[in-house]
């Protein structure tokens, strides 16, 4: 009888252990869940124009650019919206092959009545496995002043939306506006020459000091790309801002300058 008993009490208290360990177990299966998912949302990618500033007149070109950092991507919607009584979009958008499928694209007598340009790229279906990632240029286009005055005005995104190609998740954005500056005063400095006025040369993208801004630069750039140079390095003029990256920025300062003469 008391075998019994005890044999029952045994019974009960392996059940009480199960129970007690099985609720530890779950809760940290929540919240590994809980973790991942907070690990996915870190993965920022940036949307941006290049440059991020314009003087006009005259027109500019600008380039709509992504970096994914290390997502590749499958699917992006971008809706940007601007003030069409102080600019306007000259001629059609020119969306690279970077994703293939257009699926919307706005034609420039939309973007121009609407002030909004709106484009939906996707993945085809034959690049699955070679889905774009890191820094894509989305397409390009040019803006002119659709003012007689001095004004200013914003390209903003007011739509971002950016899928993995591996998954159906969306990626969160961070997107900066482009600021246009509409100035009637005659520019100085058109003709192409920009002086340094006791700046070092390469602050204006000519690495190699040469005096003008051209591929050679370019291509320093490029070879030094992502890298931090130290102090003395053979291109540390590369990191063309100072920052301690040769990064995008960099590229930027290079793509406004190029083929220009440096005094
Ligand atoms: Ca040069
Ligand atoms: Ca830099």
């Not at 100035?183 to 400095?189: I, L």
């Not at 590369?238 to 920025?249: C, K, Q, S």
Request: proline content about 4%; overall charge negative; aromatic content about 6%.
């Amino acid at each position: 009888m008391s075998f019994r008993l005890t044999k029952k009490k045994v019974w009960i208290g392996l059940s009480l252990l199960i129970i007690s360990l099985a609720i530890p177990a779950t809760l940290l299966l929540l919240k590994r869940n809980t973790d991942t998912r907070t690990g996915a949302e870190t993965e920022l990618a940036d949307v941006f124009f290049l440059p991020e500033t314009a003087t006009l007149p005259p027109g500019q070109q600008v380039r709509l650019m992504i970096d994914s950092k290390q997502i590749p991507l499958g699917f992006v919607q971008l809706d940007i919206s601007f003030d069409n009584t102080k600019v306007k979009v000259k001629d059609e958008l020119a969306i690279t092959d970077t994703l293939k499928n257009v699926i919307r694209k706005s034609t420039n007598a939309e973007m121009n009545s609407n002030g909004m340009i709106s484009i939906a790229l996707g993945l085809s279906p034959d690049d699955k496995d070679n889905a774009p990632q890191g820094v894509i240029e989305l397409a390009t286009f040019t803006i002119e002043e659709n003012s007689t005055e001095n004004a200013a005005a914003m390209f903003q995104f007011t739509k971002t939306q950016l899928v993995k190609a591996t998954e159906p998740v969306e990626v969160l954005v961070n997107s900066k506006p482009l600021t246009v500056t509409i100035s009637k005063q005659t520019p100085a400095g058109t003709g192409g020459t920009t002086n340094t006025s006791g700046l070092s040369r390469y602050k204006y993208g000519d690495i190699n000091e040469d005096g003008v801004v051209n591929i050679l630069d370019y291509s320093i750039l490029f070879d030094n790309f992502g890298k931090q140079l130290a102090a003395g390095h053979q291109f540390k003029k590369a990191d063309i801002n100072d920052d301690g990256t040769v990064n995008i920025l960099d590229y930027s300062i290079l793509f406004d300058n190029f083929g220009k003469q440096i005094e």
